[in-house]
């Protein structure tokens, strides 16, 4: 019999690829308002959560457009942001404490302020945008409560495909196939992550009962001009790259913490591959070769 995992988020860009990728081995049960569950409603999470014979909640929904979030600023707890991401992973927190259910917790690099030359799982976070902010009161509430919790940091995640949204990979590529100019930053230093280890790394934790927080995260980080460049490597593409200044491209918009390099060694030595940036590249290539096939 198959496990049963109580999600959230399974609509969205990483999560519809966990569930596809992960339904054999696991049974998923949807928390979102497709379902009748809004997240932010403490009682629609009190009762799923508590109706369910799931052990795990996997909680993967939140708002992460930063720009839209660094809008609802002005708000403080009453914009989409903070009640979301705040809001209702406290709902989540509350109802697994209840329940004594275990929580994944699915935050991102940005709760770094960019000012090291890396990061490990051991580093303070220090956010520098709204978005960044309430996914580390986010983080807070799950470590403090007193449940069985793991926190999963992931870092711009792409696949080959998915129609719903595009990720920076796709972006880019579409980009270049249409012939317009890709401005490139060359001071941003990030690290991709292919969505597909992200689920095999989830895999294990959803199994087994690992605390703590993991940084599930490719293995490569370079600039975006860097990653642009291989882009068009891979997939033979002539691409019109203009390099610019973060100062440049970032104008206007919500500040951005410049320099993520996380490393992964700590899920790495339970035997989880992240792959590099290139090598993720090759099989979204591969990938998207068989769809046309």
């Known amino acids: 019999m198959k496990k049963q995992i109580l999600a959230t988020g399974l609509s969205g860009l990483v999560g519809t690829r966990i569930r596809e990728l992960l339904e054999d081995s696991f049974e998923f049960t949807d928390l979102s308002l497709a379902t009748g569950v809004n997240i932010t409603d403490s009682e629609s999470v009190e009762k799923s959560v508590g109706d369910s014979e799931a052990r795990v909640i996997l909680h ?7 720009d839209a979030c660094e809008d609802d600023q002005v708000l403080g707890e009453e914009g989409a942001a903070w009640m979301v991401n ?29 000012t090291k030359e890396f990061y490990t799982e051991k580093d303070s976070p220090n956010p520098v945008n709204w978005y960044a ?7 807070k509430l799950v470590a403090a409560a007193d449940i069985n919790s793991t926190i999963v940091r ?8 998915f129609s719903e949204k595009k990720d920076f990979v796709r972006r880019i590529k579409e980009k270049m196939e249409k012939g317009e100019e890709v401005k490139a930053v060359t001071d941003h230093i990030f690290t991709p992550t292919f969505i597909d280890d992200i689920a095999s790394a989830l895999k294990l934790l959803l199994a087994t ?37 973060r100062s440049e491209y970032f104008k206007g918009k919500a500040f951005r913490p410049f320099k993520l390099r ?15 940036f290139d090598e993720g590249l090759e099989e979204v290539k591969k990938q998207l070769t068989k769809q046309d096939n």
């Not at 406290?90 to 302020?113: C, L, Q, W």
């Open 133 to 139: 902010r309430t996914k580390y009161e986010g983080e």
């Open 209 to 245: 009962d690992f605390p703590g927080i993991y940084h599930v995260v490719g293995s490569q980080s370079l600039s975006t001009l860097e990653a642009a460049n291989l882009i068009a490597q891979m997939f033979s593409l002539k691409a019109r790259i203009t390099p610019v200044v």
């Open 86 to 114: 705040v809001g209702g992973t406290e709902n989540i927190v509350t109802a697994a404490k209840k329940t004594g259910k275990r929580v994944i917790y699915i935050s991102t690099d940005f709760v770094f302020d960019g």
């Open 154 to 161: 992931i870092a711009y995640p792409y696949r080959s495909s």
């Open 262 to 276: 996380l490393k992964n060694d700590k899920i790495a030595k339970l035997g989880v591959k992240m792959r590099r």
């Open 60 to 66: 993967m929904a939140a708002k992460t457009d930063v």
